[in-house]
């Protein structure tokens, strides 16, 4: 659904709030400006409380251009959770480790007799990278090591989940990113809003819109709770047995 059906869905036949007049002033009693700030603020609670607007094609936010000398990048700002990374010329992702896994650590950097001299220096030679982590505190992406010669110009590619790029707008009527089948979900969360923030209308509408908000913010809760379960790594081995129909004499 375009911007202006969701605008026309919310404010007709969820609100009533529209009316082809003859002649006369018009009597609305929610102006499509509120409307549109309600259906901008599902969508952006949506994603991200639902995490429901995956990535890996646009290349503004799911591409990194490696440079030399360069270990540590910025994320997009949209970025909610990075799922994976991979270089572009490979299949395989990265392998994803925690924060410190990416730094060089008193005791994790070698056994020789020459590590306990505080005069030494320590310097990692550049290499393909291997690893990655991220901070969403600072929103970076930390390699495990300086791109080689090799290396620089290729793209870490990501797979994220993300918030919308572009707020809804009646000028470009564009759609909402999140998948369709929560369009109507998003109608349900503006009418309900406008419903329940306007005092001078009948007290059981402003007890409907409550109830739509609410259960705008259950199905947000299901969504996450959803895509939770999908992405659940699969164990391999549990007692008595292998998982994936190999199982023990």
């Not at 609305?28 to 259906?39: D, H, I, K, M, P």
Request: proline content about 5%.
């Amino acid at each position: 659904m375009k911007t202006s059906e969701l605008i026309e869905h919310t404010t007709g036949p969820m609100l009533d709030d529209r009316a082809n007049l003859l002649e006369g002033a018009s009597d609305e009693l929610f102006a499509t400006s509120t409307v549109l700030r309600y259906l901008n603020d599902a969508q952006m609670k949506l994603c991200r409380e639902g995490l429901v607007l995956e990535d890996k094609k646009t290349a503004v936010v799911c591409e990194i251009t490696l440079v030399a000398g360069k270990q540590e990048y910025d994320l997009h700002p949209s970025i909610l959770i990075v799922k994976a990374a991979r270089l572009s010329d490979s299949d395989i992702d990265l392998a994803r480790v925690g924060y410190d896994d990416n730094r060089w650590l008193p005791g994790f950097i070698d056994s020789t007799p020459e590590h306990w001299d505080v005069n030494q220096i320590f310097v990692a030679e550049p290499s393909r990278p291997g690893r990655f982590s991220t901070d969403m505190g600072t929103r970076t992406i930390r390699l495990d090591c300086e791109p080689n010669t090799d290396s620089v110009g290729l793209k870490v590619k990501l797979s994220v989940i993300r918030l919308p790029l572009a707020p809804l707008s009646e000028e470009t009527d564009n759609e909402p990113e999140v998948p369709e089948q929560y369009h109507l979900d998003l109608c349900r969360f503006a009418a309900g809003s406008c419903l329940a923030g306007t005092a001078d209308i009948d007290a059981d509408l402003r007890s409907l819109g409550r109830s739509w908000v609410s259960e705008f913010n259950d199905m947000a809760t299901k969504a996450k709770r959803d895509k939770q379960r999908l992405h659940q790594p699969r164990p391999r081995f549990r007692f008595g047995g292998w998982v994936n129909d190999r199982q023990s004499g």
